[in-house]
């Protein structure tokens, strides 16, 4: 069988190989490759997809994360609320502006704990970022009744979270802006970088696509300092093939994220829960052990290749030692980075790997 590795992107690309290659052709043949029809095409089909109004391609979800903030006149001075454990670009899309974020902890679903939110808001906070972490859709009911009381913007990090909803409405609709990433590991994976926002507002997008492509609208003539952060016609060609498979990708991920739920049965470590009203699209699927490092060993000894998301949070990271945010402050977020365990998921897994998996961890 060989060993078992966290993530195998070749499978995702294997089980449509022959429409992937024929859009990769169609576009090199087409000669046009940036801002064509395929980014055009994509734009419409992914907002369709999601229930939004627009859709703006962008470089990376990075990209997308800090012009959200740009756009929407965040920066020094202004205090962001995010999650103390998420990826740090979430951060990053933050401070880049010029804004501060301001940690709070999770709750047992992995997504920022809203009932401690309140506490965190001062006379500076101008929005809340939400991150809906591994694939799970956060507790946006809470969220959006903050966020309309104080007046605050809200922004979703859907990086890990394409097509999960929270009671029947998908990530990215909830706020003034959804940002997601095309990062080829992400559940709506491209072959390269590539990133979107999607919001409902007619400025927000024209401010968005006109701060992608150097400031302007019309050629030459450039209306703000303005950045190159333009989705390729290739790649969104290419997320336009998966995208049609989007939901059968992840039925499979369910059925193998349903034997893990149901099969794994070891006191040494504890399975990621389903918030009720919430969908889970498994970007992830985390486990917590207090005997992590053993686990990891003992699994590595057999072959079977995991991840930890993330080591290290954001406020404990050399980059934002300037936030000045000790070590002790977030103990929840401190303790999940201490316990978190990705173990192996991949569309295309086979039924002898997953098998595999189930038993060895079930030895542990
Ligand atoms: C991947 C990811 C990002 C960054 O996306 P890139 O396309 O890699 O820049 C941001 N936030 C979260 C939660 C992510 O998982």
């Keep these: ?53 627009h859709c703006v391609g962008l470089a990376s979800g990075l990209d997308a994360l800090w012009i959200a903030f740009r756009v929407l006149g965040i920066g020094r001075g202004d205090e962001v609320i995010v999650q103390g454990n998420t990826y740090i670009a979430s951060v990053m899309g933050i401070t880049m502006n010029g804004a501060t974020p301001i940690f709070v902890e999770p709750d047992e679903y992995f997504n920022i704990d809203a009932a401690k939110i309140e506490s965190k808001i001062t006379d500076k906070t101008k929005a809340i970022l939400v991150v809906h972490l591994y694939g799970q859709a956060s507790n946006m009911s809470p969220i959006l009744e903050i966020c309309k009381k104080y007046n605050l ?43 979107a926002i999607i919001t409902n507002s007619d400025k927000i997008a024209i401010d968005t696509k006109i701060f992608r492509n150097y400031g302007s609208e019309k050629r030459y003539y450039n209306k703000v300092v ?66 992590r490092d053993e686990l990891i060993k003992f699994l590595d000894d057999h072959d079977i290749g995991t991840i930890i998301h993330y080591p290290i949070p954001p406020h404990l990271s ?17 303790e999940y980075a201490k316990t978190v365990l990705s173990i192996p998921l991949y569309n295309g897994m086979t039924k002898e790997e997953q098998d595999y998996i189930i038993r060895v961890m079930n030895e542990f």
């Design 153 to 195: 913007r809200l922004v979703e990090d859907c990086a890990q979270s394409h097509g999960a909803k929270y009671n029947g409405q998908q990530t990215g609709t909830f706020g003034d802006i959804g940002c997601f990433s095309f990062y080829p590991s992400k559940n709506l994976g491209a072959f390269g970088d590539a990133g």
């Design 318 to 334: 050399e980059a934002y030692k300037y936030l000045n945010v000790k070590e002790g402050t977030l103990p929840i977020t401190e």
């Design 1 to 53: 069988m060989g060993k078992i590795m966290p993530n195998r992107l070749d499978r995702g690309f294997y089980k449509y190989q022959a429409e992937f290659e024929a859009k990769a052709l169609e576009v090199l043949r087409s000669g046009w490759y940036i801002l064509g029809h395929e980014v055009e095409s994509f734009e419409k089909e992914f907002a369709d997809y999601l229930g939004a109004k």
């Design 226 to 291: 303005g950045a190159n952060s333009r989705l390729d016609e290739i790649q969104a060609g290419l997320l336009r093939v998966r995208l049609k498979h989007l939901d059968e990708l992840a039925q499979e991920k369910e059925k193998i994220c349903g034997r893990y739920l149901s099969e794994l049965n070891n006191k040494k470590f504890v399975l990621p829960k389903v918030r009720d009203g919430a969908t889970h699209i498994w970007h992830q699927f985390v486990i917590r052990s207090k005997y």
